[in-house]
């Protein structure tokens, strides 16, 4: 079996390549496309987008022959988009509810409904900046409100609407941790304020800018009550943590796709395949483990990432 589905990615890749070459063959010298055999896959610098970095960039080393360079890690939401955009880089993992509330034109509205948030996302990149957002996968990554379990049982905080009665009534001498980014975010702790009605008493709030990765730690030792957290990490049952019920669905879905220049997919065809091939194998208990075995076990992403399409037989 995993002998048959890599080899269907190797063919598969090997026609597009050679469906490419004879597409491009007579403009690659005027336009630079296909010039060069090479891509770049980035990531953003948290643990589960540098593991679906590898995983990209391990299957199209494993089922094409193109030279496949590593840029993970590169930088945030905004950084990594536009050097895509510009076709500095080639591609790298995007998820469709930031996609759809922070990148050029925002959207404030919600779509529940994950595959048609992922439609209108691929839709728009594709009309306004020629980009090819690729299979998703059916994992949902989305923020969360954790809370040390007993304060939560000291306030009978058990949702965000609780959570944002409790503040509102006058309750803010207790210490929330977040990252900087979520507290900038238009879909982040501003727009959870202004959603749920403690717009108003958030500046009375004991807030503290702390590395993401750090927030599940600072509450689960006693350091906050609550912290902004993301719904895979697997340290929310490391720690014993709630999670604030998003009762009103506030957050959007997180679905990850692969993100990839349209000249450039248009020139090295070969990398569709692989590509698709993983997002549909990932669901939340799988990328849960992925997760711990790098953040909580400090195995080294790339094998991860390595053995676990191994594992699938997509390389």
């Known amino acids: 079996m995993t002998r048959t589905r890599r080899a269907l990615l190797k063919r598969s890749g090997a026609a597009g390549a050679a469906a490419g070459m004879a597409a491009t063959a007579g403009c690659t010298s005027v336009l630079g496309i296909g010039a060069t055999n090479s891509v770049k896959v980035s990531s953003m610098r948290f643990t589960e987008d540098i593991v679906l970095g590898y995983m990209a960039l391990e299957s199209l080393r494993a089922n094409t022959d193109l030279t496949v360079l590593d840029e993970t890690g590169l930088g945030g939401v905004t950084m990594n988009f536009r050097a895509v955009k510009n076709g500095e880089v080639t591609l790298y993992w995007l998820y469709t509810g930031g996609a759809w509330a922070t990148i050029p034109p925002k959207h404030d509205r919600v779509i529940p409904d994950a595959e048609e948030l992922y439609r209108a996302v691929k839709r728009e990149f594709e009309r306004v900046y020629d980009l090819e957002y690729l299979n998703r996968a059916p994992f949902n990554n989305t923020y969360v409100l954790v809370a040390d379990p007993g304060w939560v049982e000291e306030t009978g905080v058990e949702t965000m609407s609780d959570f ?21 975010r238009a879909d982040g702790w501003p727009g959870l304020a202004k959603h749920y009605g403690f717009e108003g008493m958030r500046g009375d709030l004991n807030v503290r800018n702390v590395g993401s990765s750090l927030t599940y730690q600072i509450v689960g030792q006693g350091g906050a009550e609550v912290g902004m957290g993301f719904s895979t990490n697997p340290k929310i049952r490391k720690y014993g943590l709630k999670t604030l019920e998003d009762d009103e669905r506030f957050f959007p879905i997180y679905n990850p796709a692969p993100l990839v220049g349209g000249a450039a997919l248009d020139a090295k065809p070969a990398m569709r395949e692989p590509l698709n091939a993983i997002g549909p194998s990932l669901d939340t208990e799988t990328i849960m483990r992925l997760n ?24």
């Open 164 to 184: 944002a009665s409790h503040v509102s009534e006058g309750n803010t001498d207790f210490t929330v941790v977040m990252g900087p980014e979520f507290q900038q």
């Open 292 to 315: 711990g075995l790098v953040s909580l076990q400090g195995r080294d992403p790339q094998t991860v990432a390595r053995e676990y399409l191994r594992s699938e037989g997509l390389i």
